[in-house]
DNA sequence: TTGTGTAATGTTATAATATAACATTAAAAT
DNA sequence: ATTTTAATGTTATATTATAACATTACACAA
């Protein structure tokens, strides 16, 4: 469920190509189609590795030909049902999971100042809010986690600058 | 922290006069203006007492006048400002705050069948979170917490149908 | 109370996000 | 090859939200 690497600037471009490798094996395997728009809109996503809103990657899309709204949202669509992307729904954009393979519960950590996202899954706490949900009644069948806050850098800099 | 009636269609003009009373006292402590439109709009959303739409809001504020939608829009972000209201990010959509007295993380639970909303204020969530966040070097100043499924009746008829 | 500044609202236009509906093309299945 | 289904193209429009500037109401001091 871990990162197998950190992507730093020098390697995003392993951490692209990988995610596309990781999207085409589980597409294959469960026998759905990452045709060539598919392919484009999750590079174009991975390109950004932060959110990333549908209109940003429309205009991306432009620049090869027309291309209209629908198609980059039914694009979008497919990649979330394969799970290969989330959207976050407290920013109207959409970013790349690492780790696709594994059904989950995404809790995402927003950056106030330089807009970068993590991701973490973290069992403890889907957990924690299915139980509390339970405890009222209410069956859980999926979680919007979304911290906003500032990354360690930003935050750093907050503290220095005020 | 706890409502301190269960709201049922008998008792809902009572629901929305507590809150709206809540609201006065509040604003009055607080040395902020409760205008008529707040308080109108405040009001509405009570009546539904459940999430509504912005224009939802202007819809039936235009039955008394003509209102254009930053009218709503900036009576809404008073009242979020003021712990008055939720917005819910999963539903573009707006739902009451039962004890804006506290400042507070909310979650929200929300019915995929019959759209009702409940709001729990359960701390350990909010702490869970918040370590996690920390854990990874994360600064979290605000959680977006609302969870789709089942309400119990809701759960139940599902069950009995499919 | 009469000005003076500030907060709130009105008004018009437009931005940003998303989907409906139907036509066409590509791919898969028979 | 034919039929069926999935995917994409195309046009139009729905839905949500804000920018910019004008006007009005209110607070508060002179
Ligand atoms: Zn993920
Ligand atoms: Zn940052
Ligand atoms: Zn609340
Ligand atoms: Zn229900």
Redesign the interface.
């Given at each position: 469920m871990q990162d197998p690497f950190v992507c730093t600037p020098v390697s995003h471009h392993q951490c692209i190509s990988n995610a596309l490798d990781q999207a085409e094996t589980l597409c294959r395997s469960r026998n759905v189609r990452l045709t060539p728009i598919r392919h484009r809109v999750l590079e174009l996503i991975w390109q950004q590795h932060r959110p990333v809103g549908a209109y940003d990657l429309l205009e991306q899309l432009q620049q090869q030909g027309r291309v209209a709204p629908p198609t980059v949202y039914r694009a979008l669509d497919f990649l979330q049902q394969q799970g290969l992307i989330h959207r976050l729904?407290?920013l109207n954009a959409f970013v790349g999971c690492a780790h696709p393979q594994y059904p989950h519960q995404g809790?995402f950590?927003i950056?106030?100042s330089c807009r970068s996202l993590?991701e973490?899954t973290?069992p403890?706490?889907s957990t924690?809010?299915?139980n509390?949900?339970e405890a009222?009644?209410?069956?859980?069948?999926?979680?919007?986690?979304?911290?906003?806050?500032?990354?360690?850098g930003c935050?750093q800099k907050e503290q220095i600058n005020g």
């Open positions: 729904e407290s809790q950590l950056c106030k993590v973490i973290d403890e706490i924690v809010i299915n509390r949900a009222v009644g209410f069956k859980p069948l999926n979680q919007t986690v979304e911290v906003s806050g500032f990354c360690d935050w």
